[in-house]
């Protein structure tokens, strides 16, 4: 069993539609989570992290953690096309690594 | 100001020959990462290095792989004798040192063993 699982998707939903994508840890020592967008053919890029439990809310964009049942979100509000990637979850603990969950691909339909 | 760079882009190579694949991370940043992403799947660590620390080897998949840093910047990771699972997309990223959540990665190598 993987740390980290993610539902690869695809993820198909219409423009304007509010978009949730979850992944599950199995390590309870996780302290840092993040969320990556991967465009076709780039590297991928840190769009949220947060700390410990709570949410937190960039834009059109909340991250939520929850610690006690190891399942960590992110919402996409108003959804466009320009969203459509995959998305990375990644966590580590006081150490050092990161761990990446599989990622979910996206499709943003206008 | 630049970012991470990788080249080449593509590299199309036969089983059994060698390659190797360079990564110049933003210029600053202490830590250096390899990731490994095949087709559909997400990032496997490979390696990384810190400052002049020793690398922390402990994701290479084998005695085949092996990545270096210079002066504490360019990398080199190299593929012995190549073998067509070893397909995938090689990523590279690098941070301010490895404390920080936020990598910068490159755009990757994409290599395919014929």
């Known amino acids: 069993q993987k740390e980290v699982e993610q539902d690869p998707g695809p993820l198909s939903v219409p423009e304007g539609a509010i978009v949730s994508l979850n992944c599950t840890y199995s390590n309870s020592a996780f302290q840092y989570f993040m969320w990556y967008r991967q465009y076709s053919r780039k590297g991928p890029e840190l769009l949220m992290y947060?700390?410990?439990?709570g949410n937190k809310e960039d834009g059109r964009f909340t991250a939520q953690v929850d610690k006690s049942s190891k399942y960590i979100s992110l919402f996409i509000r108003d959804s466009q096309p320009s969203d459509s990637a995959t998305y990375l979850c990644a966590m580590r603990n006081a150490g050092n690594m990161l761990t990446f969950g599989g990622g979910t691909r996206l499709m943003v339909k206008p | 100001g630049a970012g991470v760079s990788q080249s080449p882009s593509n590299k199309v190579t036969e089983k059994g020959k060698d390659v190797e694949l360079r990564c110049d991370p933003i210029s600053g940043h202490t830590a250096l990462y390899w990731y490994r992403q095949s087709l559909g799947q997400g990032l496997e660590f490979l390696i990384y290095?810190?400052?002049?620390?020793?690398?922390?080897k402990s994701g290479l998949p084998s005695d085949r792989f092996s990545a270096e840093r210079t002066g504490g910047s360019v990398s080199t990771l190299t593929i012995q004798r190549t073998q067509q699972e070893d397909s995938a997309v090689y990523l590279c990223?690098?941070?301010?040192?490895?404390?920080?959540?936020?990598?910068?990665f490159g755009p990757g190598t994409r290599l395919t063993v014929l």
């Open positions: 990223a690098s941070s301010w040192d490895i404390t920080y959540n936020e990598q910068f």
């Open positions: 947060t700390y410990s439990s």
């Open positions: 290095f810190q400052g002049n620390s020793a690398p922390d």
